[in-house]
């Protein structure tokens, strides 16, 4: 990056384009423009903050330090770094005589009436000490400042809007589990009472204005936007609307312009939810070979269109699924597909990949075919893989460790060597003894288009959400470092869901994976297994070997004809796309 300040004394990489980025002009341009200095591509404080976090960037120590803290020229600490437009978004009660002139804030210059200002009467809660009664921090690895651990409700919103807290990742973690600790009327009847604090004893009007009542309401506006931005279904009743409509109007006497940002932001997230999801759209059909393992036609398609439309069909219904569905738990009573329907379908339609698997493999009495069938899914499997669709290569991997499968001893000593080694990969990886950690490990890193594991994804949602409360008198103190990591990982899913897969659905293949007939009661999968493959003895003889031996060659010739196809039609696409 030329022209540099700073001389490049501390470097790191754009997650987009991989550029080498001076950290203090990297973390400057995200900050002020939300967009990488090189590449241009959008990037939020939040997302990096979490890169630094998970140390999946280099010199991530310094580019977090440059993010959070007091380092980058020209900024105030009590700037909010959501949008740069919202940080100049001020507020007042009223207009002319006596006002006091605040300069802090990027371009613009804040004047609130005195005469008419006019304290919240509640607004007293919030002058709680910070003492263990009342908040608790706590230390994690990678952060250099106090995260809160503990605090009463009033006290949690008096440290966030304080123009010195130093954790703009908790704000955005808040908007999506706060519902664990308290509801939307609470927590916006909170802000309302926060945005307009008494003066203290003895502290004049100028002080008082630049000091307290302007920081406070710019952190009250951001995380308003921030919860806008993220959760707008929260203000679709009256009241909450109501309230929200109060809050920007405080501003609008004032300052029209950022009041009129700020709705027009509304409206947008409005028509937002008035749009339908937009379907995926169809493409040309996918090509496939003819006269080739006629018993199941699956095959005779490309290993990459395969991988594809299941990618395709499983993010349409992961998108689909709400925070509010997320949040209910809902997922595992009795009348589930009423409470959760998108979880539900999701887990029927991973469910169903699992069982076609099985199936075909289990349809052939031939063992070359079988061992084929199983060498085939592999495959697949290892390009959901690259694709990043983890609850795919999991449904893939969990057929082929069924029950069914798992007993096909002739047919797994068939196998390749090649395949035995991605098998044997894949297994470690999705290794329910350690928790999927090696999945998580690699979903963490992951560039988006991505889909998670479902299982371990609500399988943490549900273990996270025990909230701890601590009676101390009549105070209850809420556990927000749990709160901060549920909302860690909403957010995670709702960013997940955000961005689409690069190619279309083909609607012939789409169509043959939708209408396949697959059995899913695994008595009879079993006993289908034991016929097509009778349960050997722990010897294998010489006639079983000669009879793998030349499975093993039939498939070879299986896979150079398949092979063979593939390359010609590349080939030929290529010519035709020039």
Request: hydrophobic share 35%; aromatic share 12%.
């Amino acid at each position: 990056m030329s022209g540099c300040p700073h001389k490049y004394k501390v470097n790191t990489e754009c997650p987009r384009c991989k550029q080498s980025i001076c950290a203090e002009c990297f973390s400057l341009s995200v900050k002020e423009h939300s967009e990488c200095p090189v590449c241009k591509s959008p990037l939020t404080v939040a997302l990096l903050i979490d890169l630094c976090h998970k140390e999946a960037i280099p010199n991530f120590k310094s580019v977090q330090n440059f993010l959070v803290g007091s380092s980058i020229p020209n900024r105030k600490r009590c700037s909010v770094s959501l949008n740069a437009d919202v940080s100049k978004l001020p507020g007042t009660m009223g207009s002319s005589i006596a006002r006091s002139t605040f300069s802090g804030m990027s371009d613009t210059t804040l004047f609130i009436d005195e005469s008419t200002y006019q304290a919240d009467d509640n607004s007293n809660i919030f002058e709680q000490p910070d003492s263990p009664e009342f908040i608790t921090f706590t230390k994690e690895k990678g952060w250099d400042f106090p995260i809160i651990q503990t605090a009463t409700l009033p006290k949690m919103i008096q440290v966030i809007t304080s123009k010195d807290f130093q954790d703009p990742y908790f704000a955005e973690c808040l908007v999506f589990g706060y519902p664990t600790v308290m509801t939307k009327e609470e927590l916006i009847g909170l802000l309302v009472k926060r945005f307009n604090p008494q003066r203290p004893e003895g502290m004049n009007w100028d002080e008082f204005v630049s000091s307290k009542l302007s920081p406070i309401r710019m952190k009250v506006m951001g995380f308003i936007r921030s919860w806008v931005n993220w959760r707008f279904s929260d203000f679709d009743d009256i009241d909450m609307r109501t309230t929200l409509e109060l809050l920007i109007g405080m501003y609008e006497t004032f300052k029209p312009k950022m009041a009129k940002f700020m709705k027009d932001f509304i409206d947008k997230q409005e028509k937002k939810t008035q749009t339908h999801i937009r379907e995926f759209t169809l493409g040309n059909e996918a090509k496939y070979m003819k006269d080739f393992i006629e018993e199941q036609p699956i095959f005779s398609f490309s290993i990459k269109d395969v991988a594809q439309q299941i990618t395709l069909m499983q993010f349409d219904k992961f998108r689909r699924i709400t925070v509010d569905e997320l949040l209910s738990q809902m997922w595992t009573k009795k009348d589930n597909k009423t409470l959760t329907p998108n979880i539900v379908a999701m887990m029927q339609l991973t469910n169903k990949i699992s069982y076609i698997v099985q199936n075909i493999i289990l349809s052939f009495v031939k063992l070359k075919y079988r061992i084929f069938a199983i060498e085939f899914f592999i495959k697949v499997a290892e390009y959901l893989k690259k694709l990043n669709n983890f609850d795919g290569f999991k449904a893939i991997l969990a057929a082929l460790d069924s029950s069914a499968i798992y007993r096909l001893k002739d047919t797994k000593d068939g196998l390749s060597e090649e395949s035995i080694k991605l098998l044997t990969e894949f297994q470690s990886i999705v290794n329910y003894e350690s928790n999927f950690k090696k999945l998580r490990e690699i979903t963490a890193i992951c560039e988006p288009p991505c889909i998670p594991f479902l299982g371990s994804t609500l399988g943490d949602l549900v273990f996270t959400k025990e909230n701890e409360k601590s009676e101390n008198g009549q105070l209850k103190l809420v556990n927000f470092f749990r709160v901060r990591t549920y909302g860690s990982m909403l957010r995670e899913i709702v960013m997940k869901q955000g961005t689409s897969f690069p190619f279309y659905y083909c609607k012939n293949l789409k169509e043959l994976i939708e209408q396949f007939e697959f059995e899913e009661n695994e008595d009879k999968l079993f006993e289908k297994s034991i016929n097509v493959e009778p349960t050997r003895n722990k010897e294998i003889s010489k006639e079983d070997k000669k009879k793998i031996n030349k499975a093993k060659g039939d498939v070879e010739n299986l896979w150079k004809k398949y092979h063979s196809f593939w390359k010609k039609t590349m080939k030929i696409e290529a010519v035709v796309s020039k």
